[in-house]
C-alpha cells in the first residue's frame, strides 16, 4: 500500500471525526480539455484552519501560517508596532477567532501529479 494512503488511513482512525480535506495542486487540472485528471496522494496531516471570506470562494488558512495571514490583512493597523506589540495583536486575533468559532481542525491530504 501507498506509504501516503496508509498514513491518511491511519490518521483517519486516530481522528474519526475530523473531516478529510483534498487539497489539488494547481499542476493536476492543467488544462480544460478533458473532465477527470490522475492525481497520486501526497502528503497528509492534521491542521488547524479557517475559511477567509473576504475571497468569493473562500481561502483555506492554515493556523501554522496565521502571522503571516493577519499581517498581510491587518497591515494599516499593524505597521507602526513594534516587535512585542505585533506578536500580542497577532495573538489577541489569534484568541478572537477560536472565540468566535471560526477555527477548526481536519485532515489534509495533498494530491499531486502522479
Avoid: Q
Avoid at 481522528?15 to 492525481?39: A, R, T
Avoid at 477567509?52 to 497591515?75: L, N
Wanted: hydrophobic content about 35%; glycine content about 4%.
Amino acid at each position: 500500500m501507498d506509504e501516503n494512503l496508509e498514513k491518511l488511513l491511519n490518521l483517519s482512525k486516530e481522528n474519526p471525526d475530523l473531516d478529510i480535506m483534498p487539497m489539488v495542486d494547481c499542476e493536476v487540472i492543467c488544462s480544460d480539455e478533458y473532465n477527470m485528471w490522475l492525481g497520486s496522494f501526497g502528503d497528509c496531516e492534521v491542521k488547524e484552519y479557517f475559511i477567509d471570506d473576504s475571497h468569493d470562494d473562500g481561502c483555506i488558512v492554515y493556523i501554522d501560517g496565521f502571522d503571516d495571514y493577519i499581517e498581510k490583512v491587518f497591515w494599516e493597523n499593524m505597521k507602526d508596532l513594534n516587535n512585542k506589540e505585533w506578536k500580542d495583536f497577532c495573538d489577541n486575533k489569534n484568541k478572537e477567532f477560536r472565540t468566535e468559532g471560526k477555527i477548526e481542525k481536519a485532515i489534509f491530504i495533498n494530491i499531486n501529479t502522479p
